[in-house]
């Protein structure tokens, strides 16, 4: 099993731009998340999903879309990118959720907008 | 509001001496206290979970605990290959992510 795919692993974006973080797991896991971490902060939940075609917002949405078509993917769609949005972004998945199932995570893709 | 707190920030230690790292937190409902260890330029990568104070888990040189109000991780002689910084995180009742904290990072010299 690969575990948690993201792509891409680095990217810089200019103010106003727009890009998609890819996410895919071939765990069969039914949860998905998007977190960010800023230096030296913790992980903050952007958006998650509790199963294909079901997302709900986690506690730092704004600015960001997810869909998720599949079990297996879980796009974060940027619009209309700004400076505050530099950070790495990690992808989880996990077979549970309300907080009893280990979270696995993708490496991360660091984003810059300038 | 869940709040997970850290600490130290950092922690410096030489290679062979002992030390805890604390995770305090404030949740209703606790379902699990998750501990993570994260890589420079990585993820993080799951050590143990603990569901109820007074439980314990071990992995070769760590040693998690929990308390009704804080978490411990106890690592034993530790290597430089243990440096890392580990992260703590919450569920609870009625919420389907985790909250983390801000983690701590541990250096261990030889």
């Known amino acids: 099993n690969a575990g948690v795919t993201q792509t891409p692993k680095f990217r810089i974006l200019k103010i106003g731009q727009s890009m998609t973080l890819q996410c895919t797991q071939d765990?069969?896991?039914?949860?998905m998340y998007w977190y960010r971490q800023d230096p030296g902060m913790g992980l903050k939940l952007i958006y998650y999903?509790?199963?294909?075609?079901?997302?709900d917002k986690g506690e730092v949405p704004n600015g960001y879309n997810v869909s998720r078509s599949t079990t297996e993917d879980f796009p974060l769609r940027l619009e209309l990118a700004a400076p505050s949005q530099t950070s790495v972004y990690f992808c989880a998945s996990s077979y549970g959720g309300q907080g009893l199932d280990e979270q696995f995570f993708g490496p991360g893709t660091r984003l810059t907008v300038l | 509001e869940d709040q997970v707190t850290q600490s130290p920030e950092a922690l410096r230690l030489q290679e062979g001496e002992s030390s805890s790292l604390n995770c305090s937190y404030t949740?209703?409902?606790?379902?699990?206290l998750f501990w993570y260890r994260q890589d420079p330029g990585k993820g993080p990568e799951f050590l143990f979970t603990?569901?109820?104070a007074g439980e314990e888990k071990e992995k070769e040189r760590l040693k998690a605990t929990l308390t009704k109000k804080e978490s411990f991780l106890h690592i034993t002689a530790p290597k430089p290959e243990d440096s890392a910084t580990y992260l703590c995180a919450v569920g609870r009742t009625g919420r389907r992510a985790l909250t983390f904290g801000s983690g701590t990072r541990l250096q261990v010299q030889p």
């Open positions: 999903s509790v199963g294909a075609g079901i997302t």
């Open positions: 949740v209703s409902g606790l379902r699990g």
């Open positions: 765990m069969n896991h039914n949860y």
């Open positions: 603990l569901y109820s």
